[in-house]
């Protein structure tokens, strides 16, 4: 994992100073190493800047920019594949200098030119400067697990892997994407990836699967080059559904645990992440150390479940425990809000940096997390309701009605994901996905009225919704923190269930496999029998990795002063005197507890920065 940054621009725009603070600016990303590189072409330069987090080939031939021939090539992320790749450049007579996938990429692209993105199974954000064609072409990986932003103005071009750093080489760019921060506020972070804009007004976000040329004249020229594509086998059994799981599952695990340094596994307790922490220690035969966060608040509290995984695993077991310290919170939150360059999505991001702290605190340079696994193989309530609908008319529809009376219904405490038939009837209704039934409009300053947009990839209503999921409304806004919170502690996060192949298996899966017995994630749950842990494998209750806001901090009377402060700038959003006056302090529901945190983040990064 690295940082990335660069520009073209008029000759002298950019000065030594500017490079040097970028630079400083980028040490969380990489601080093992640090470089530019500038070129000039008439009155035009192209400047590259990296820093390096070494988890691949740790010797100095490794270090960033890297040159060879006619390309400088700059990269964030990881060539998981490098070795079956490099293994066949071989055979095409390439030579190789260094044990990294940092020549692997660039070879390739000397090889297969802009194709090269097709060869890689990885995360990545990279940019090569061609001398030849005197272009900079961009990519992003097909998840979008590494971040990579962009800005033009008359002054140039300039990208980073982090928006300060932009702002940094640009100069003066600082204005607040009011329209996004409203979105966020009042329709929640899965309103956000519909669009790649950012919380900084003309500052965008590649999206993920796609490449970027940029010429000596700022002409940019984006393409997709890759995107999943449903296609159900309806004949594939259910033993081979399992095996095709478990063969790709662990093929994926397996190569993102290639690191020259030590790993840890985020652990929360459900199956997701309690299931690659068996898959290594069982079936990769690796010793494993986990991080976990405990929370006070029954709800969301997994102690049980973690502590039955470690035991399982003789895991060497790191577990943090919530606590409550006001002038720690807003000390730490502000300090994120600022380093995520903009609001934090929900509680769970703000957690999930107390395990990032310790894998840290605790030398370790990468982290494998479960990202994913809920939107490839269904793990929201409402994901029942939408695989009921399609199952209406079907030999499955009664047994798997029934299942779900017995064993779903007495867990979900929305009351809006309690009527079976609700996709049945309303197939196109999407308000439970920014939850406008929960009716936090009332608190908003100005009318709005938000059209829902999905797109489209297949008539399949569950699978349709969790590619939406996956692609534009909840995984985006994991991996953004997922990543900032990491660099931060400047640790490599890994998520092996996105993969390629995992997912284009996954997406052969038949609907009615998918959710049986009462059970989501049936497939995924049936792969690892006998590797995970039966208390976790076949838990039914879903908590997530979350926290209310009581766990995290007091709502006291000068704590709530402060939140709804009337000269803060959130209430150019929001009416925080009408908000003030209902909220009841000793009854905070979950979407209060979430309005609340908003309003809090929106605050200090709208105090921070603008």
């Known amino acids: 994992m690295c940082g990335i940054s660069g520009y073209i621009c008029k000759k002298g725009f950019v000065s030594n100073l500017d490079i040097n603070k970028t630079l400083k600016l980028m040490k969380r990303r990489g601080p093992d190493n640090e470089n530019f590189i500038n070129y000039f072409i008439g009155e035009k330069e192209i400047g590259f800047l990296h820093s390096r987090l070494r988890i691949l080939d740790l010797n100095d031939r490794s270090n960033q920019p890297f ?191 290639r690191a020259d340094v030590p790993i840890a596994f985020c652990l929360s307790g459900g199956i997701d992440s309690s299931l690659l922490a068996s898959y290594a220690k069982k079936v990769l035969n690796k010793n494993i150390s986990t991080f976990s966060i405990i929370d006070p608040d029954e709800r969301y509290n997994e102690i049980n479940e973690i502590n039955s995984v470690n035991k399982d695993l003789n895991s060497d077991e790191n577990l943090i425990h919530l606590s409550k310290n006001k002038v720690n919170f807003f000390e730490k939150l502000s300090s994120l809000v600022n380093y995520h360059e903009g609001p934090i999505a929900t509680i769970s991001y703000y957690i ?11 030398n370790f340079k990468v982290a494998i997390s479960g990202t994913g696994a809920d939107e490839l193989f269904t793990g929201y309530y409402d994901h029942y309701l939408q695989h009921l609908s399609l199952l209406k008319g079907t030999e499955y529809y009664e047994r798997n009605l029934d299942n779900w009376k017995q064993y779903v219904l007495p867990n979900i405490r929305n009351p809006y994901l309690k009527d079976p038939e609700f996709y049945v009837n309303n197939p196109n209704n999407r308000d439970l996905i920014y939850e406008k039934n929960l009716n936090l409009e009332k608190y908003s300053i100005y009318k709005f009225n938000e059209q829902f947009k999905e797109i489209f990839f297949s008539k399949n209503l569950l699978k349709n919704r969790m590619m939406n999921e996956l692609f534009y409304e909840v995984v985006p806004a994991i991996l953004k923190h997922d990543d900032l919170n990491s660099m931060y502690y400047s640790i490599e996060n890994r998520s092996p269930y996105l993969d390629k192949e995992l997912l284009n298996f996954a ?15 049936k497939i995924l749950r049936d792969s690892c029998e006998g590797i995970l842990t039966d208390k976790v494998r076949l838990k039914r209750r879903k908590m997530g990795f979350n926290a209310s806001i009581n766990s995290i901090v007091d709502l006291d009377k000068e704590t709530i002063d402060y939140i709804f402060n009337k000269n803060s700038p959130v209430n150019e959003f929001v009416d925080t005197s009408k908000f003030k006056k209902d909220l009841d302090t000793k009854n905070i529901p979950s979407h209060i507890s979430k309005f609340i945190f908003s309003i809090v983040n929106t605050n200090l990064f709208l105090e921070k920065n603008f």
């Open 67 to 257: 040159v060879e021939k006619n390309l400088s090539l700059i990269f964030n992320g990881e060539i998981y594949n490098y070795l079956e790749i490099k293994k066949k450049l071989k055979k095409k007579n390439y030579k190789f200098k260094t044990n990294s996938d940092t020549e692997v990429l660039l070879k390739s692209y000397l090889e297969y030119g802009e194709n090269c993105v097709d060869h890689f199974e990885g995360m990545w954000s990279f940019a090569i400067w061609n001398n030849k064609t005197n272009q900079i072409f961009l990519s992003r990986d097909p998840f979008g697990e590494k971040p990579l932003y962009y800005y033009i103005s008359d002054n140039g071009f300039f990208f980073g892997s982090e928006i300060k750093f932009i702002l940094s080489l640009a100069k003066n760019v600082r204005l607040p994407n009011k329209t996004h921060l409203f979105k966020n506020l009042f329709l929640g972070y899965k309103s956000l990836g519909k669009s790649n804009d950012t919380f900084y007004k003309d500052i965008y976000s590649l999206e993920s699967g796609n490449n970027l040329k940029v010429d000596l004249n700022c002409k940019i020229n984006k393409v997709c080059y890759w995107k999943p594509s449903i296609n159900i086998e309806k004949n594939l059994s259910e033993s081979d559904a399992v095996e095709g799981v478990k063969f790709y599952l662990k093929k994926s695990l397996s190569i993102r645990m």
């Open 352 to 362: 999930h940096s107390f395990l990032s702290e310790a894998i840290s605190r605790n």
């Open 507 to 521: 997406l052969t899966i038949p609907t009615h496999l998918l959710i049986s017995k009462g059970y989501q994630k």
